[in-house]
């Protein structure tokens, strides 16, 4: 992912949402936010949150929520704090592979601590950008590829190969289904590896199920 790095970390809180409070599950949710020099020019601090970081974080929630038992771990919330430390394209698709790492670690502890019902995680989850520059498929696009990409796209599936999400656009372009054929096709590449990688890291635990990874086409 270029030189994109984003420490991601989970916090469990003993507590849920009021609108599912007293309904036997959890929730997981995520936060995104970039360090001022984490790109080429200095950001801002600002208190709030602005409107594509409230876009990514849902994202990421989403995601990593797709693949948990809500009602495997009781009435608690993990938090995944993703703070991107340098933006090098792609934050958001390395985020959510950090929060998965992040929040296999989480249900670890619970689990050590005997406050899991049953292992909480269906299946892995991977993301992975791609988009086509000067007429070319990329993988994984770097800032300087997505800032001059056509076509841009987030992709998201589970490491048994279904989809989670498709964020997808045409810069001033329009694309044919063959196209977005192509860019699904090199993203299950991208996506296999990242699963290979969670795999390596988060085997042994006991807590992530055996599956398929994305097939080729």
Request: aromatic share 4%.
């Amino acid at each position: 992912m270029g030189r994109t790095r984003v420490l991601c970390t989970a916090t469990v809180e003993d507590r849920v949402p009021n609108w599912i409070r007293g309904k036997g599950r959890g929730w997981v949710t995520a936060e995104y936010g970039m360090l001022p020099r984490s790109t080429g020019e200095r950001t801002p601090r600002t208190s709030q949150t602005g409107g594509r970081a409230q876009e990514i974080q849902r994202m990421i929630g989403r995601s990593l929520r797709a693949v948990t038992d809500l009602t495997a771990f009781g009435e608690r919330t993990v938090i995944l704090d993703c703070d991107v430390l340098e933006a090098d394209g792609g934050t958001r698709t390395a985020a959510i592979n950090g929060a998965m790492v992040a929040l296999h670690d989480a249900f670890v502890t619970l689990s050590n601590r005997g406050q899991l019902a049953r292992a909480p995680l269906r299946d892995t989850v991977a993301a992975i950008s791609v988009g086509v520059v000067a007429g070319v498929p990329c993988l994984d696009l770097t800032y300087a590829e997505d800032s001059t990409a056509e076509v841009d796209m987030n992709v998201v599936m589970t490491g048994g190969g279904r989809f989670v999400e498709l964020q997808g656009a045409g810069e001033g372009v329009t694309f044919a289904a063959s196209d977005l054929k192509d860019l699904l096709r090199l993203a299950r590449i991208g996506i296999r590896r990242v699963v290979a990688a969670h795999r390596r890291v988060l085997e042994g635990s006991g807590l992530v199920p055996v599956a398929g990874s994305p097939p080729a086409s």
